[in-house]
């Protein structure tokens, strides 16, 4: 078993780290949320869409309503550009 592992591992390629930019006209959206069994609620969405080739506005917003306290929440948008272009090989 422990050789499988070892060749998966040596068989693996490289990863490219960075951030993938949304291509032109797409986008990307997620939600969640979660209730306990107090009834606290929370929610969080997550979207991202593609201006131009190298260049995706976002926003990360979150929200947050306690069963016995005030509603809550914190909201990010933000625009995501490659720091260098190019191909990494």
Known sequence: MRSILLLVLLWAGQAQAGAWMRE???GFFAL????????D???SAYLEYGLRPSLTL??????SMPY???????GRIF???PLLEGTWN
């Open 68 to 74: 016995v306290s005030a509603i809550s929440g914190s």
């Open 24 to 26: 032109t006209g797409t």
């Open 79 to 81: 625009l995501q550009k």
């Open 41 to 43: 609620q929370s929610f």
């Open 32 to 39: 969640s949320g979660t209730v306990s069994e107090r009834l």
């Open 58 to 63: 976002g926003a990360d917003l979150d929200l």
